[in-house]
Nanobody, 125 residues
């Protein structure tokens, strides 16, 4: 059973940094693409960043140059380093498996995608 568990969320001031972690279990991470999504209150879920099994990455335009996704297959972990955070980055963040890291974030997830439980990120002074 594919399972994911996010951690690392919390409250951060605008301009600050935060690193989210996604722990994978029940499957061999090496063979899978992993993506980060987020959902703010009253808004649809949106793709943030995606990394395939070759460590090729894609980013939403809104986070390019500020966020960095990485993976450590040996530790079964995927990370999202978020810098220069803005109030509009406030959302629940989810990692997901069974995704395809196509160019458009709108196309990453499918009916087969499995999700973690999410971690809240709040950017506020």
């Amino acid at each position: 059973q594919l399972q994911l568990a996010e951690s690392g969320g919390g409250l951060v001031q605008p301009g600050g940094s935060m690193r989210l972690s996604c722990a994978a279990s029940g499957f061999t991470l090496d063979y899978y693409s992993i993506a980060w999504f987020r959902q703010a209150p009253g808004k649809e879920r949106e793709g943030v960043s995606c990394i395939n099994k070759f460590a090729t990455t894609n980013y939403a335009d809104s986070v390019k140059g500020r966020f960095t996704i990485s993976r450590d297959n040996a530790k079964r972990m995927v990370y999202l380093q978020m810098n220069s955070l803005k109030a509009e980055d406030t959302a629940a963040y989810y990692c997901a498996v069974n995704v395809e890291c196509f160019d458009s974030p709108d196309t990453w997830a499918s009916r087969d995608t499995s999700w973690g439980q999410g971690t809240q990120v709040t950017v506020s002074s």
